[in-house]
């Protein structure tokens, strides 16, 4: 079956420029999970979504970042005012639930963010 | 969060060699997954396994989950299997990665 699937692949942006990354799940999991990985950070959690809820955002580095997902399914990551500090690789993670046994995490491909 | 240690950070292999990758962490956990970070940066899952011993073809890993640590092991290294490989855990639905250990198969 199809897997994870972000979009878009690379995005080359200006500084103070809004950006949205995509991600779509793989069909039937309800959980839904943002990370980034950067050279100096390397990967951590932003936000976890159990249906369209989020329940956590405790990773969100600041208030510029948002992300929404709509019909337990589609989620968008939006970066406003983006900032040099924000180029790193935004990975989007799905798992059927998020109880023991379910919660085997699968990632997508990323999306490359280099802000200029 | 957990904290995740692996090691080595870098392994270089000769072809056909067997090798270990220890993940250690700092609380009790219902999630370890291992994977390997392909060179266009893909996290291709590798094994799911909080706890127990689970073969896949040349790898297979454990997890001591009550001495909190889990090992990976590489046999019969091929030059595919370069890259990567990070172990994370989590205790709740967010995943504590490691720094990962960067393995070089020499043909």
């Known amino acids: 079956g199809a897997g994870v699937s972000q979009s878009p692949s690379n995005k080359v942006t200006e500084k103070g420029k809004d950006v949205e990354l995509r991600c779509d799940p793989i069909s039937g999991h309800t959980a839904l999970y943002w990370y980034r990985q950067s050279l100096g950070q390397g990967l951590e959690f932003l936000i976890y979504f159990q249906g369209n809820s989020a329940p956590d955002k405790s990773g969100l580095p600041s208030d510029r970042f948002s992300a929404e997902r709509t019909g337990g399914s589609v989620s968008t990551l939006t970066i406003q005012r983006t900032q040099q500090e924000d180029s790193a690789v935004y990975l989007c993670?799905?798992?059927?639930?998020?109880?023991?046994?379910?919660?085997?995490?699968?990632f997508g491909p990323g999306t490359r963010l280099t802000v200029l | 969060g957990i904290q995740v240690e692996q090691s080595p950070p870098d392994l270089i292999l000769q072809e056909g060699a067997n090798s270990t990758l220890r993940c250690n962490f700092s609380d009790s956990v219902n999630n370890l997954q291992w994977f390997h970070q392909n060179p266009w940066g893909q996290l291709i899952n590798l094994f799911y396994i909080p706890s127990g011993t689970k073969q896949n073809g040349r790898l297979s890993a454990t997890t001591v989950a009550t001495e909190r640590y889990s090992l990976l092991y590489i046999s019969s290294s091929q030059t595919t299997d370069s890259g990567v490989y990070f172990c994370?855990?989590?205790?709740?639905?967010?995943?504590?990665f490691g720094a990962g250990t960067t393995v070089t198969v020499r043909a």
């Open positions: 993670a799905s798992s059927r639930g998020s109880q023991t046994i379910y919660n085997e995490q699968f």
């Open positions: 994370a855990v989590s205790n709740d639905y967010k995943l504590s």
